[in-house]
């Protein structure tokens, strides 16, 4: 493999990685969503904002050990932020 | 550059970064230990957690791209828990 080939294999990698975090927490958000209408389990914001801290320690990492580009990074994190704007903002209409 | 070059640079970069953000935790876990004497900060124990979970999260990143291995990665996060049990013991004395 030249060495072209390895750091994009490696880029790839860490950016597959980086988005199943993001997907989990994507799951985390939509569970949160659907029981809208049942109740809402107080940690779940408090779980939603570590898991948000986690990940942006993680592409701040990559972007800095020259993974992944700010770019790539920041859309991961602007998608999920609009996501769990949009749960609070339900939330909140709710009570 | 070949690329096992490549690879070394790319993970003693990722070596690099890493400890220098466990060195940021060090000096936070420093402080506090001097100012035993004078008084507790409260909000000290929550952003020391913070800290350490924002480089466990970013260690195992590093682990799960192949940059580091997990050994290496388990003895920066070892050598910072002894470190921050001694403050918490030291604290607990204190009271």
Known sequence: MSSSELLLSLSQKALHLLQEDADKIEK????????????????????????????????????????????????????LERNLAELYEALNKKE
Not at 46 to 60: A, H, K
């Open 28 to 79: 985390l958000i939509e569970v949160q969503m659907e029981n809208l209408t049942t109740r809402k389990c107080p940690l779940y914001e408090e779980v939603l904002d570590t898991q948000m801290y986690g990940l942006s320690r993680e592409i701040d990492f990559a972007i800095r050990a020259d993974l992944i580009n700010e770019a790539a990074g920041k859309l991961i994190l602007v998608k």
